[in-house]
Antibody
Framework: EVQLVESGGGLVQVGGSLRLSCAAS????????MTWVRQAPGKVLEWVAN????????WYVDSVKDRFTISRDNGKSSLYLQMDSLRAEDTAIYYC?????????????????WGQGTLVTVSS | IVLTQSPGTLSLSPGERATLFCRAN???????LAWYQQKFGQAPRLLIY???SRATGIPNRFSGSGSGTDFILTITRLEPEDFAVYYC??????????FGQGTKVEVK
């Protein structure tokens, strides 16, 4: 059974940092692009970042570029999101999701498995 | 590509049929469109991919149809656990991470 379990969320002040983790199991983690998707309270889903199987290609939504860093450790079947210079608008539930690739390049995929999410609250 | 879902809210009773729409402002290549269900306080769950293929474990009361710019998610007979928010996502062009704004299916 595919499982994705996020951790690391919490309350942080504006300008602070947090590191989210996602522990994967039940599938060959190193065979998949992985992603982070967030959802602000009462808002729609917003893709944040993704990372290629070998970690050598990464993409970010413009609003988090130069502040967030996605990474992975295939030996530990884990995905990470380092979030620096946090802003109030980064407050959201952050989901780890597996990308089901249908084409690459260009990279085209849908999200076939999701974790339960971890809440990040950025307070001013 | 911008996805517009309608209606914003659908008020129905258990046992009724639900029809949800997702319209794209450009043709979705290869009908690469997915539907997700999100229950309150839970993560999204993949229901449909490639516009009409049900994901693993999804009951056959859920079906997807459509092509080009217009797509439909149909729930033939609403069960109590189906009241949720539904999102569509296109992945026919890059960037693929475009979601609609969601349709809430609520109890009438």
């Amino acid at each position: 059974e595919v499982q994705l379990v996020e951790s690391g969320g919490g309350l942080v002040q504006v300008g602070g940092s947090l590191r989210l983790s996602c522990a994967a199991s039940g599938f060959g983690f190193g065979n998949y692009w992985m992603t982070w998707v967030r959802q602000a309270p009462g808002k729609v889903l917003e893709w944040v970042a993704n990372i290629k199987q070998d970690g050598n290609e990464k993409w970010y939504v413009d609003s988090v570029k130069d502040r967030f860093t996605i990474s992975r450790d295939n030996g530990k079947s884990s995905l990470y999101l380092q979030m620096d210079s946090l802003r109030a608008e980064d407050t959201a539930i952050y989901y780890c999701a597996r990308a089901k690739e249908v084409s690459s390049p260009p990279l085209l995929y849908y999200f076939d498995y999701w974790g339960q999410g971890t809440l990040v609250t950025v307070s001013s | 590509i911008v996805l517009t879902q309608s209606p914003g809210t659908l008020s129905l009773s258990p046992g009724e049929r639900a029809t949800l729409f997702c319209r794209a402002n450009q043709t979705v290549s290869s009908n690469y469109l997915a539907w997700y269900q999100q229950k309150f306080g839970q993560a999204p769950r993949l229901l449909i991919y490639d516009a009409s293929s049900r994901a693993t474990g999804i009951p056959n009361r859920f079906s997807g149809s459509g092509s080009g710019t217009d797509f439909i998610l149909t729930i033939t007979r609403l069960e109590p656990e189906d009241f949720a928010v539904y999102y569509c996502q296109q992945y026919g062009s890059s960037p693929p991470e475009t979601f609609g704004q969601g349709t809430k299916v609520e109890v009438k």
